[in-house]
């Protein structure tokens, strides 16, 4: 059969054993009743079916119990949180302990760095590289400046070799170890939101650890996405969204790593809150501050229900399918043959700029498009229900996402972006 086919896709998509999952999950559809090609599930992931009932559960029980729900039912509030964490520590290679649901993720870097960034004249720089998320920058920015030091002075930024899309191992490193001792924090994303790149997390922890560094990870594009093992990588902290890769949900709330070797320490400086004291102590009301000895010590407030409702039913969804590791073999298969149609349908009229090697990308390719209005062509992909995103100046991303997509909308999307090229 001809790989380039409609009829190959189809068979591929018969014989996957996860193909299953895509009818658990919302798919849009368009006026003419067809589903959309939705590859941006690294924007905002789909929702499965069974969240409506999880969240339903919760609106009942604050129907018919009130402020019992706290402490009723067989799932109540007060530690609500605490069915996420074992499902979650899962996910990103962690022990229970080191895991907490809660907040949004940039407040989540904000209150990592209020306990690891704690700068001196001689230690005081942050290290992010060249294309960070805006607000990963802004996060590093201002509290370099809430702390009364000059970003020109302590924010160092790692650049890419000229005309290179990825950022290479050695060369951070070799930066890490240029800073030295000047170097408070290393925070880094676990897979480049824009190119799609993974980085090599444990190799930058080893070299940041090496200068006495902190090392952090934002892991919005990583979580759910590529297999993590942050305990053994000795991450110091991470933060990460779920509504992207973890479908948990538009704003959903955040999820946060912090390593065992610091939970236990309840001397670390933090922002502190009645959700992070103690939790038999907890409703004496008493002023002082003893925290709790996990992730949940950093917890401030008590957190959205109806929001984790929706984390808990998403991350039944993966504990049910097998967790990363199956997701993972999918993934690999599904990526692959999207670059290779993309090849073979347009040749050198896209430039893809996510590594090739399978290892250092997790599900997205971001490619540019040549020799046309890359900008209009996205739009016209959108019109006919092809679902990616477009990133200024010139990059389209997408990302086929093993749960719910098939190899037909892989083919699809390449079959449409073929006609309209
Ligand atoms: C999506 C994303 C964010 C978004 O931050 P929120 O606090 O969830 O709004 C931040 N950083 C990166 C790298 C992202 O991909």
Same mark, same amino acid.
């Given at each position: 059969?001809?790989?380039?086919?409609?009829? +190959?896709?189809?068979?591929?998509?018969?014989?996957?054993?996860?193909?299953?999952?895509?009818?658990?999950f919302?798919?849009?559809?368009?006026?003419?009743?067809?589903?959309?090609?939705?590859?941006?599930g690294?924007?905002?992931?789909?929702?499965?079916?069974?969240?409506?009932?999880?969240?339903?559960?919760?609106?009942?029980?604050?129907?018919?119990?009130?402020?019992?729900?706290?402490? !009723?039912?067989?799932?109540?509030?007060?530690?609500?949180?605490?069915? /996420?964490?074992?499902?979650?520590a899962?996910?990103?290679?962690?022990?229970?302990?080191?895991?907490?649901?809660?907040?949004?993720?940039?407040?989540?870097?904000?209150? =990592?760095?209020?306990?690891?960034?704690?700068?001196?004249?001689?230690?005081?720089?942050?290290?992010?590289? !060249?294309h #960070?998320?805006?607000s990963?920058?802004?996060?590093? !920015?201002s509290? %370099?400046?809430?702390?009364?030091?000059?970003?020109?002075?302590?924010? %160092?930024?790692?650049?890419?070799?000229?005309?290179?899309?990825?950022l290479?191992t050695?060369?951070?490193?070799?930066?890490?170890?240029?800073?030295?001792?000047?170097?408070?924090?290393?925070?880094?994303?676990?897979?480049?939101?824009?190119?799609?790149?993974?980085?090599?997390?444990?190799?930058?922890?080893?070299?940041?650890?090496?200068v006495?560094?902190?090392?952090?990870?934002?892991?919005?594009?990583?979580?759910?996405?590529?297999?993590?093992?942050?305990?053994?990588?000795?991450?110091?902290?991470?933060?990460?969204? *779920?509504?992207?890769?973890?479908?948990?949900?538009?704003?959903?709330?955040?999820?946060?790593?912090?390593?065992?070797?610091?939970?236990?320490?309840?001397?670390?400086?933090?922002?502190?809150?009645?959700?992070?004291?103690?939790?038999?102590?907890?409703?004496? =009301?008493?002023?002082? +501050?003893?925290? %709790?000895?996990?992730? !949940?010590?950093?917890?401030?407030?008590?957190?959205?229900?109806?929001?984790?409702?929706?984390?808990?039913?998403? /991350?039944?969804?993966?504990?049910?399918?097998?967790?990363?590791?199956?997701?993972?073999?999918?993934?690999?298969?599904?990526?692959?043959?999207?670059?290779?149609?993309?090849?073979?349908?347009?040749?050198?009229?896209?430039?893809?700029?996510?590594?090739?090697?399978?290892?250092?990308?997790?599900?997205?390719?971001?490619?540019?498009?040549?020799?046309? #209005?890359?900008? *209009?062509?996205?739009?016209?992909?959108? *019109?006919?229900?092809?679902?990616?995103?477009?990133?200024?100046?010139?990059?389209?991303?997408?990302?086929?996402?093993? /749960?719910?997509? *098939?190899?037909?909308?892989?083919?699809? +999307?390449?079959?449409?972006?073929?006609?309209? =090229?």
């Amino acid at each position: 059969m001809n790989s380039t086919s409609l009829e +190959f896709a189809r068979q591929l998509d018969t014989s996957d054993p996860l193909g299953k999952w895509r009818s658990e999950f919302w798919i849009p559809e368009r006026e003419n009743g067809l589903p959309e090609v939705y590859l941006v599930g690294n924007s905002l992931g789909l929702q499965p079916r069974r969240a409506a009932e999880f969240v339903q559960i919760e609106l009942e029980k604050w129907q018919q119990l009130g402020v019992r729900g706290h402490f !009723e039912s067989d799932l109540p509030w007060m530690p609500y949180h605490e069915f /996420l964490t074992q499902p979650m520590a899962d996910l990103v290679g962690a022990q229970a302990d080191e895991v907490v649901m809660m907040n949004g993720l940039t407040v989540n870097l904000h209150l =990592m760095l209020a306990t690891f960034y704690r700068p001196d004249r001689k230690r005081h720089k942050i290290l992010i590289e !060249e294309h #960070a998320f805006p607000s990963d920058y802004q996060v590093a !920015e201002s509290q %370099i400046k809430h702390h009364g030091f000059d970003p020109a002075e302590s924010l %160092i930024v790692a650049n890419r070799a000229v005309g290179q899309a990825t950022l290479e191992t050695d060369t951070l490193c070799d930066l890490i170890r240029q800073q030295g001792e000047s170097l408070a924090v290393v925070l880094l994303p676990g897979v480049q939101y824009y190119t799609g790149q993974v980085i090599d997390m444990a190799g930058v922890a080893e070299a940041a650890h090496s200068v006495g560094a902190i090392v952090g990870l934002d892991l919005a594009h990583a979580a759910g996405n590529v297999p993590l093992s942050l305990h053994d990588w000795n991450i110091d902290f991470a933060a990460w969204c *779920s509504y992207k890769y973890l479908n948990s949900g538009p704003g959903s709330v955040a999820g946060c790593f912090v390593h065992r070797k610091h939970v236990t320490n309840p001397k670390l400086p933090r922002l502190a809150g009645w959700w992070g004291h103690d939790k038999q102590t907890r409703f004496e =009301m008493k002023n002082h +501050f003893q925290p %709790i000895p996990t992730a !949940e010590g950093w917890q401030l407030s008590n957190p959205p229900i109806l929001s984790m409702a929706a984390v808990r039913a998403s /991350l039944s969804v993966f504990a049910d399918v097998g967790g990363i590791a199956p997701l993972r073999e999918k993934s690999l298969q599904l990526t692959a043959y999207f670059q290779q149609l993309l090849e073979q349908a347009l040749g050198d009229q896209v430039n893809v700029i996510t590594p090739t090697d399978p290892e250092q990308r997790g599900c997205q390719l971001s490619f540019q498009l040549i020799g046309v #209005a890359g900008r *209009s062509i996205q739009d016209q992909l959108e *019109s006919r229900g092809m679902m990616t995103d477009w990133r200024e100046p010139n990059v389209i991303r997408a990302a086929p996402v093993p /749960l719910y997509n *098939s190899f037909e909308d892989v083919f699809r +999307f390449v079959e449409t972006l073929k006609v309209l =090229m």
